[in-house]
């Protein structure tokens, strides 16, 4: 949308980018701002061919707004693609992941407890209510000191070590990432 949302290479003409308002304006649609990275593309990992921009938004007309009043995008920082994902959360609530551990939880608890089925099972929900409360405090703390490591990374000039720090930090954040995307499926 402007030039100031690109970092390396050669300037977008602004005639391109005038006419991307317009048609935005034209269509109703009302850019949504965001949380989190401000620059989403990237090319390069080193400094002298390293290329940054902005080009994924989250746009939505007056009606949807009204709709979703607490929505919320966020920009993530970490992905192997070129782009950065984009989440846009309708209610700003957050989605958690079960752990690898799960299927051991399930065989372990069920051999220890007595009873009958149904309340095998009612007992059963009490463990896994425990498990996933301490899974999500230490699965939130992980993320977010690498969250919090990568949004260092990228607020710094980079140079060729911080790029490929920000690579290795962004394999683990992908990981995480990865397991919640499997336990959605």
Not at 8 to 34: H, K, N, S, Y
Not at 52 to 65: F, K
Not at 91 to 98: A, D, F, P
Request: charged share 35%; aromatic share 10%; hydrophobic share 35%.
């Amino acid at each position: 949308m402007d030039s100031f949302e690109k970092k390396g290479g050669r300037l977008r003409p602004e005639r391109q980018m005038t006419a991307f308002r317009e048609v935005l304006d034209e269509c109703g649609l009302i850019d949504l701002g965001f949380v989190g990275r401000w620059l989403m593309w990237e090319r390069g990992r080193f400094l002298s061919t390293n290329i940054q921009e902005r080009l994924d938004r989250g746009v939505a007309t007056s009606d949807c707004i009204s709709l979703f009043p607490c929505y919320r995008v966020e920009h993530f920082c970490h992905s192997f693609s070129d782009h950065c994902p984009i989440l846009l959360d309708t209610n700003r609530q957050s989605t958690e992941c079960l752990e690898n551990d799960f299927e051991e939880v399930v065989k372990s608890s069920w051999e220890d407890l007595s009873g009958n089925i149904p309340e095998k099972l009612m007992m059963l929900g009490y463990r896994f209510h425990l498990w996933s409360r301490g899974r999500r405090k230490k699965q939130r703390v992980e993320h977010m000191d690498l969250e919090e490591r990568l949004q260092a990374l990228c607020e710094k000039d980079p140079s060729d070590e911080i790029l490929a720090e920000i690579t290795e930090v962004q394999i683990g954040l992908n990981l995480e990432m990865d397991k919640e995307e499997l336990f959605w499926e």
